[in-house]
């Protein structure tokens, strides 16, 4: 594929050209993560976390934050690129003068990845520290929330971080073990990586919260990896079909260029369904109920292999405008899992 042409190259590339290439894709890569990283800390403190009620100085404390966030952030790029790089000098040496790494080198080449992660850790704990404290001014209650809210930034920003530079650095890995094997394990195992990849869910529902809500939905639940977003309910509004529509494309864009490291699939269908609070004498919770949901469901299970990611019903154009659905495309009928009647498909224009 172009892209991974693009990212390892050629096998017989110099040692030199590999080292350039990962150095030039890993600038990218990392202010990537960063802003994703920042992207969840601004929907959580937004929309999510709120604030605590005794707390009366909101707009100061913006102002605040807003300008001591530009200041740190100018501050850590600089830092991190210089601190980044220097740790990578070793590998970018001996890659460079086309030689056998020493068992050290070999070992430090490997842990690439690893050393940007913990680059990007320290920058974050020290934001979470420096923004904690700050808020903890005006409230305690306040700066706790900041804290936390700043390491989850911070958590996700590491492990899209090594993602990336893992991928990145592919070419590198496979050049250091062509000299052979370290006599022991240097990256990160099982554990490690689930927690790396919980981090990344959160990326993941940080892009559906901020695009739903952009639209003018609700996401109703999260279930393991996969959200429930309704709009029209409990505030009925004439454009439902629009909105919904029009989120699942941009969602499917920001997914793609947010998280490219995860795979989602987008269903959209749209009718009658019940809405409201179900459940027992002890606990209640709003949900849909309904046929569209169920093909929602059925939908998305099938969007995972499709090109793009992103399936609506056919029957939902005809409830749309004619700009949203303009975008649209209606393509093959098929039996989803569970139902009778086949199901038209429609995909969003140039997938």
Known sequence: MLFDRLIDGKPTDSGKRISRRATLLLMPAVALSNGIGATLVFVLAGFVVPTPPEFDQETQSLIVNLVAAAIYLLIALVVGTVWGFKRLNPTRQWIGEERAPTQEELRMALRGPLRILLVNAVLWLVAVLAFGGLNAGYSPVLGVTVEVTTLLGGVTTCAVAYLLSERIFRSTTARALSYGAPSRPVLPGVQT??????????????????????????????????????????????????????????LAERLNAEVPDLRAGIGVSGGQAVAGNVGAEHRFEYTVIGDPVNEAARLTELAKSEHGGVLASAGLLEQAGQQEAAHWTVGRSVKLRGRKAETRLATPVGV
Do not use: Q
């Open 193 to 250: 990586k689930g927690i790396l990849g919980w981090a990344l869910l959160n990326a993941f529902f940080s892009v559906v919260v901020d695009v739903v809500d952009e639209h003018g939905g609700a996401v109703n639940k999260f279930e393991g990896d996969a959200a429930l977003a309704i709009f029209g309910a409990p505030i009925p509004r004439d454009d439902n079909a629009d909105h919904a529509l029009a989120a699942a494309r941009h």
